[in-house]
């Protein structure tokens, strides 16, 4: 490394180190520009940092855990979802079953059944605390911990939530540097994920619990890859556990279960039945019932016919009333407007739902899942497409595709995660009203991208 491109290098985690400081302590959630500023900043060092190879692993680890330990004091400035959290941890400390009540009920009735209860339900907003909790869990086992030592400080429990998305975190860098070398591919690919701002900002800066579903998901397919299937099913579980996304990907694995290598050479029409016979039911049954007890296991001590009624009433919002971020979907409700005059929501989220089933289904059927490379191709264009056609897609959302991503040769993911920052300015008005040009202009960043990249593929097999 020369001197000169050092002190870049020393320049540049400097001056982020700058830019995160005041996007963590600093940064008001109504200043878009100023928060759009900061992301392109960002976004541009990690470029510069993750393109140079110059950089050791260990190196770019430590940076990668530096700009985390930034925020570990900080208060998060662009979204209030942790006051729920605390909340349905707070509600489990004091014995209460969390997906049974609703936090707006207590706050009506002058009760508060746990310590700051008022506060934290001005702080989590009418419209999370109107309704049953939707968290898995795993998730509820965090907030439970984080409630048994810290259930009279707010800030305690933000330090201790942040420690645990720190330690997600860190096991992904781990678990995912082993599976790059099982697979062969660069193992600094692994800080497409760990050094992203977008991560380091949404994840560890807005406590949004997604790293600890992806670490349990990569160690699931650590073992997947090292054909463990027992492991695999239980960490896939695990997975599912902390948020129900990892189930668009149990269809696309059952090609892994291969019986032996099938060297016939099959004709046309019996191509749909070679996806199927070379695969052994036995080990696919037993792997998705470890998935299903373990899954039902950590349920079990919430279950009631409240909960289930509870729980899947609110699961279902995100199809039929929520809307935030959305792509066909807006242009699905603007036709609905034009020919039907009101928002037939309810019935667009059931019909993309059905959308996403066949095209999961497809890709199961019809794509050769069999290697491991080609299997995480199918969940990153699997969950891609789900989100494509949902009718809410948080920004935090985008981190599975883009962990999913770190295994591939498709870099979309890494420009998704980029220009997902302009639905924040949303967040510009007290209504949280959308500006859909932006919007629009978010994904047709997006998909001219993802265009480009399977054409450059597809000429790339040919050419071969």
């Not at 491109?5 to 963590?24: D, E, H, N």
């Not at 990892?246 to 694995?253: G, H, K, R, Y």
């Not at 019996?270 to 070379?278: N, Q, V």
Request: aromatic share 22%; proline share 3%.
């Amino acid at each position: 490394m020369s001197l000169i491109g050092k002190y870049k290098k020393v320049f540049t985690v400097i001056l982020s180190t700058l830019f995160y400081v005041y996007v963590a302590y600093f940064l008001e959630r109504t200043k878009f520009l100023e928060l759009l500023f900061c992301w392109s900043f960002l976004f541009g060092s990690f470029y510069f940092l993750t393109k140079k190879n110059d950089l050791s692993f260990k190196n770019l680890a430590l940076i990668s855990i530096f700009f985390r330990l930034i925020f570990l004091f900080a208060t998060p400035n662009l979204s209030q979802d942790f006051y729920r959290f605390i909340w349905d941890g707070r509600m489990l400390l004091e014995g209460y079953n969390p997906y049974l009540s609703i936090p707006e009920n207590f706050i009506k009735q002058s009760v508060s059944p746990i310590n700051e209860a008022k506060t934290l339900y001005e702080g989590m907003g009418i419209l999370n605390g109107s309704h049953f909790t939707n968290y898995p869990p795993i998730l509820q086992f965090c907030f439970f911990i984080t409630a048994f030592f810290s259930n009279k400080s707010i800030f305690g429990s933000i330090i201790i939530f942040r420690i645990i998305i720190i330690l997600a975190d860190i096991g992904i860098l781990y678990y995912g540097k082993k599976l790059l070398e099982r697979v062969e591919l660069p193992v600094k690919n692994i800080f497409w994920y760990v050094l992203n701002p977008f991560i380091i900002i949404e994840m560890t800066g807005n406590l949004h619990f997604e790293p600890v579903m992806l670490l349990f998901l990569i160690i699931g397919l650590n073992h997947l890859h090292q054909q463990k299937w027992f492991f695999a099913g239980i960490f896939m579980g695990l997975a599912v556990s902390v948020k129900l996304i990892p189930l668009l990907f149990l269809p696309l694995i059952f090609q892994n279960f291969k019986k032996t290598k099938n060297s016939t050479k099959l004709n046309f029409k019996i191509y749909f039945l070679s996806r199927f016979k070379t695969i052994d039911f036995v080990k696919l049954i037993f792997f998705y019932i470890v998935i299903f007890t373990t899954t039902v296991l950590l349920f079990s001590p919430f279950l009631s016919q409240n909960f289930i009624v509870n729980y899947s009433k609110t699961v279902g919002l995100w199809f039929t009333t929520f809307e935030f971020n959305a792509s066909f979907y807006y242009l699905f409700r603007e036709i609905g407007y034009l020919f039907r005059g009101y928002n037939e929501i309810a019935i667009i989220g059931k019909i993309t739902a059905i959308c996403t089933i066949i095209f999961i289904a497809t890709l199961a059927i019809f794509k050769n899942n069999k290697s491991f490379k080609k299997l995480i191709v199918s969940m990153i264009f699997g969950i891609s497409f789900y989100y494509f056609f949902s009718s809410t897609v948080h920004p935090w959302y985008v981190a599975t595709p883009l962990l999913l991503g770190v295994f591939t040769k498709y870099k979309f993911p890494i420009i998704w995660t980029f220009v997902v920052i302009l639905s924040y300015q949303a967040y510009t008005n007290s209504l949280s009203k959308e500006n859909l040009w932006l919007i629009a202009l978010e994904y047709v960043l997006l998909y001219s991208y993802i265009i480009y990249e399977i054409k450059k593929h597809i000429t790339k097999k040919m050419i071969c």
